[in-house]
Nanobody, 114 residues
């Protein structure tokens, strides 16, 4: 089993920055890929970014060039740095781990507003 706990959400002004964290515990050695998803008000959950254990990354077109996904293996923690926040980035952000099964965190709210 793998457990995930997100943190770091909050209020950010348009153009501002925020860093989300996703702390993993349990059978971490089984994790092949981790990712961030988000679900905005009245919208379906959408994929945001992905990182493999080898460090390869992929981003949705809507966040490419503004968001950065990374992993600190020593801390068993994945991060999502949000730069140049836009109103449409407002959502609950979820982290996900694929390890033969799939685990979701509980979500953290990000609100971009002036």
């Amino acid at each position: 089993q793998v457990q995930l706990v997100e943190s770091g959400g909050g209020l950010v002004q348009p153009g501002g920055s925020l860093r989300l964290s996703c702390a993993a515990s349990g059978s971490i050695f089984r994790v092949a890929t981790m990712a961030w998803y988000r679900q905005g008000p009245g919208k379906h959950r959408e994929w945001v970014a992905r990182i493999t254990t080898g460090g390869n990354t992929n981003y949705a077109d809507s966040v490419k060039g503004r968001f950065t996904i990374s992993i600190d293996n020593a801390k068993n923690t994945m991060y999502l740095k949000i730069n140049n926040g836009k109103l449409e980035d407002t959502a609950v952000y979820y982290c996900n781990a694929v390890w033969g099964d799939s685990t979701w965190g509980q979500g953290t709210q990000v609100t971009v507003s002036s």
